[in-house]
């Protein structure tokens, strides 16, 4: 039986691949233009990076992959990127430098999920972490960031949700509440939420099997129980998204799926790709603990993670990828046997930034046609036994029709001639 990737795990082959480096090349352009430094922590961490006691998200308690090669170390293939990032910021003490720290990368995530179109158990983050400073502007400032990169993509049915879980004192005050709203209905709540309820009843709101439930429509949202100053803070956040003509959601019911988070959160939807929660393309949020909890300083931070599978399938669904591929400059047909002739012209082509395709083996000139035909090269290089002779080229332009012959010496001149603007197709 010949093998098979793994459950949710795929091969990007061909163009697909030239769409993630379509991505990234202008992820990397946005992360120059904020001032953000790459960083590129390993795919296997101690479990305990990930992992606290009291933890009751999903991905924590559920969906990682989580294994030991001596029955000591508990290790963990990375389920996002947040925390590897932390531990490295304090491992490395880049606390000692000038605050902000502020840090992007393009990382391979695993969890252990049910694969379905959108979901898949190793899968892409394209994530940046701000570390230790906290103001109003740079929260809006990283979620503008995201919002223009998928716009500057040409991703245009999105909305921006938005909300505030707010600093720890309005927070315990939240939980208290949301306690004593869901206790009467505790005996209709699924069996995870019944735990939930008195260890994070947020988890509660983010629930998909109790979404529904006629209950869910009048819990009390957390605005009636910020203090001033997380109320400012988020208050301050949203006037400056509004500056910025962004616009936002603000959904009350949006706790994000991960336990780490305070104050601002937000999630970008594509509604072109239904509404379900594999429409959201990315997701971020402040967090004030994570830092001292991993052993750092105290000090917050704000990041956000997209998916770029689902990204990449929001493009595809806009039409937004053109010819990524683009043609060769040249194919050089060879009706000598493979002559060293033949080469030395391609290398020196390549030196000189010509891409060149050339024939391996005997085949015959219709074979070779047939190939050029294929890749639609600018020009088709031909040399037998008179080129390599005489040290000249047949070369025919594909768009022209016309063929002249040129000297070895001349061809790099000759080229960048008729070439000279086809670099960058
Ligand atoms: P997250 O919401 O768990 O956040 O993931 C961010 C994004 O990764 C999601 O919005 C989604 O696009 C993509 N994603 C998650 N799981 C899957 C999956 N199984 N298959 C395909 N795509 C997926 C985080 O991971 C946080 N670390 C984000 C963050 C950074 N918060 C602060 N800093």
């Known amino acids: 039986m010949a093998y098979q990737t793994v459950r949710g795990t795929y091969d990007i082959l061909n163009d697909d691949y030239l769409k993630f480096r379509y991505v990234n090349d202008l992820f990397e352009h946005f992360m120059k233009l904020y001032g953000y430094d790459f960083i590129k922590t390993p795919v296997i961490e101690d479990t305990r990076v990930f992992k606290k006691d009291n933890d009751t998200s999903d991905m924590v308690t559920k969906e990682m992959f989580t294994f030991s090669i001596n029955g000591k170390d508990s290790l963990t293939l990375r389920p996002e990127g947040t925390a590897g990032v932390i531990r490295s910021y304090i491992q490395h003490k880049l606390y000692g430098a000038e605050a902000p720290v502020k840090l992007a990368y393009i990382e391979e995530m695993f969890r ?16 940046v972490e701000v570390l230790g400073d906290k103001a109003p502007l740079l929260d809006a400032e990283v979620i503008a960031m995201g919002y223009y990169f998928l716009k500057t993509l040409g991703i245009k049915d999105m909305e921006v949700h938005v909300n505030t879980l707010g600093d ?36 509660i709101l983010d629930c998909k099997i109790d979404r529904d439930q006629p209950f869910m429509s009048a819990v009390p949202a957390i605005y009636d129980y910020l203090d001033e100053e997380a109320d400012n803070y988020f208050k301050k956040v949203l006037s400056y998204l509004d500056a910025l003509e962004i616009p936002y959601v603000i959904d009350s019911r949006m706790v994000r799926g991960l336990d780490y988070y305070t104050d601002t959160v937000f999630e970008v939807v594509s509604t072109a790709l239904g509404a379900n929660s594999q429409s959201t393309i990315f997701g971020g949020g402040r967090y004030d603990d994570l830092v001292s909890e991993l052993g750092g300083p105290a000090v917050s931070g704000i990041g956000f993670a997209i998916g770029e599978e689902r990204l990449i399938g929001a493009m595809e669904e806009a039409g937004l990828f053109g010819d990524l591929k683009g043609h060769p400059d040249v194919y050089i047909i060879d009706l000598t046997e493979g002559d060293p002739y033949v080469l030395k012209v391609a290398e020196l082509l390549r030196n000189n930034s010509f891409s060149t395709l050339i024939n391996y083996y005997k085949r015959s000139l219709r074979a070779q046609f047939k190939s050029v035909d294929r890749h639609e090269p600018y ?21 022209t029709k016309e063929q002249t012959t040129v000297a070895f010496d001349d061809l790099i001149d000759h080229l960048d001639n008729i070439l000279g603007g086809n670099e960058d197709e």
């Open 168 to 203: 720890s004192t309005s927070r315990q005050r939240y939980l208290e509440a949301l306690k004593a709203y869901f206790r009467p209905y505790s005996d209709l709540l699924c069996t995870d939420c019944k735990q939930r309820l008195e260890k994070n009843p947020l988890r």
């Open 112 to 127: 252990y999920e049910r694969p379905q179109k959108g979901r898949q158990r190793q899968f892409t983050q394209l994530g």
């Open 379 to 399: 020009l088709t290089f031909i040399i037998g036994e008179d080129e390599v002779q005489n040290k000249v080229v047949n070369i025919k332009d594909n768009k």
